[in-house]
């Protein structure tokens, strides 16, 4: 029976590489989301985040966002994983479970995440003939131009958080049962 003492130094690590992978996710996807539609962020994300405005280009301070809005999301993902793997795959302590595994599971919530925004991009499309209804409050209040880039950047960025929440409970289901498979195959 391993010692059921949190390994704080383990712990932390995990969740400071799971905050710089999602941080580092979130600087890539606000450059993608930068190309479709800049209004999205000069009518609105710059707006949410006109505290971290250091004076950076636009395009570069779009990144900077993006990591500001996901680090979090991402040092979570590495909590719920690790926390998991302390609770029921460790037969030999946070040892057993290196960096390496953890980095899995992690990638496989960005990857959750990434396929989350590449069906907000598919329901973008479809719609896309509702879009003067449904997001009309952005061209009256917001200013927008291109009303259509922005619902599909809004769609991507929504859906791309509801991929990474099914990412983190995946992983933590994935992980539970790594730790259950484990347990059986040490006791016969």
Not at 23 to 35: E, K, N, P, R, T
Not at 150 to 176: E, P, Q
Request: charged share 15%; net charge positive; aromatic share 16%.
């Amino acid at each position: 029976m391993t010692s059921r003492v949190i390994p704080w130094p383990w712990f932390l690590r995990n969740i400071a590489v799971g905050a710089c992978l999602g941080g580092i996710y979130g600087g890539l996807h606000d450059q993608v989301s930068w190309a479709l539609s800049r209004e999205y962020f000069t009518r609105f994300k710059f707006d949410q985040f006109a505290w971290a405005d250091v004076g950076l280009a636009p395009q570069a301070f779009a990144s900077l966002v993006g990591v500001l809005a996901t680090w979090w999301a991402g040092a979570i993902a590495a909590y719920v994983v690790s926390r998991m793997a302390f609770r029921h795959a460790f037969s030999g302590g946070p040892a057993a479970w290196p960096l390496r595994r953890v980095v899995v599971h992690l990638l496989f919530v960005l990857g959750a995440a990434v396929l989350g925004g590449l069906l907000g991009e598919a329901y973008a499309q479809f719609r896309q003939p509702d879009v003067e209804r449904l997001w009309s409050g952005w061209r009256h209040y917001g200013g927008v131009e291109d009303l259509a880039a922005f619902a599909r950047v809004g769609y991507i960025h929504n859906f791309g958080y509801g991929g990474a929440l099914v990412g983190i409970v995946s992983a933590a289901l994935w992980v539970r049962r790594q730790g259950r498979r484990a347990a059986l195959q040490a006791q016969g």
